[in-house]
């Protein structure tokens, strides 16, 4: 079966203030359409990089990437993305930041001014989904950070992409606002049926959400295990305390801990 997401042999090097850097080298990632797959690995080991060459921000010094048999070479319309920070712009009301990708990307970006209302609806629904109902006239201000990450991952759906990519989304929250967005993100994942592509420090949350958990080695980065996570779905965070998720949390931390010290 062919992958949805085909990263094969990437390096990337870049030139830094004592000499070329390698960020990545022989990456290897074969994603299935419609997976959940959780990147993790130390710090510094290329997992942003990875994410920002997959939407096409970066190019690779050796290797492809393509995404549904199309090579990348250049930004990725049908990915949406979510980070740390939610970065919604404080001048616009919550709906048009939820708005603000259809305004942009084609073809929304013609159809935006005659369709209007029907995008309106459609943001509406959205952020009815993740809880946000009646909030669309607020100013991001007016949020929490817990709800400002929901107002962010409505933005990156809006216009239906086939690929989310998200780095750390719920890093910045406090372990009970991130649960829920846990939560939240399953949801809309088993309801849409899109392709994800997660990085994250939280092992405890790549173990809850991912179908696999890509492990990445120490720079220069590369895959070095593969965690495919057996617990059934649908998923309750009851399952957070099972002796199997615990197993799987352990196995994560102590491969990581063996590529930090390679």
Request: with cysteine; hydrophobic share 45%.
């Amino acid at each position: 079966m062919e992958a949805f997401v085909d990263i094969d042999g990437v390096t990337l090097k870049y030139r830094g203030a004592s000499g070329d850097i390698v960020a990545l080298r022989d990456a290897t990632l074969k994603i299935q359409r419609g997976e959940f797959a959780a990147v993790v690995g130390p710090s510094g080991c290329g997992k942003s990089t990875l994410m920002r060459l997959v939407t096409g921000l970066h190019r690779p010094t050796a290797g492809t990437i393509a995404i549904d048999g199309r090579e990348v070479k250049g930004p990725v319309k049908m990915a949406g993305m979510a980070f740390q920070n939610a970065n919604l712009l404080p001048w616009r009301k919550v709906i048009d930041n939820v708005l603000l990708p259809l305004e942009i990307v084609e073809p929304y970006r013609s159809q935006f001014r005659s369709r209007k209302l029907e995008f309106r609806a459609m943001a509406e629904k959205l952020l009815a989904t993740v809880g946000l109902a009646g909030f669309g006239d607020r100013f991001p201000w007016e949020l929490s950070g817990g709800m400002q990450q929901r107002v962010s991952l409505c933005r990156a759906l809006i216009h239906e992409p086939a690929l989310l990519m998200l780095d750390e989304p719920f890093a910045a929250l406090d372990a009970f606002t991130r649960e829920e967005l846990w939560c939240v993100l399953r949801d809309l994942w088993q309801r849409l049926g899109f392709t994800v592509i997660l990085v994250t420090h939280d092992l405890r949350e790549a173990a809850f959400l991912a179908d696999n958990i890509y492990v990445m080695s120490a720079r220069p980065g590369h895959i070095v295990q593969i965690k495919s996570v057996d617990i059934p779905r649908p998923r309750d965070l009851k399952v957070t305390y099972d002796k199997d998720f615990g197993e799987i949390v352990l196995e994560l931390r102590m491969k990581i801990a063996e590529v930090r010290q390679a």
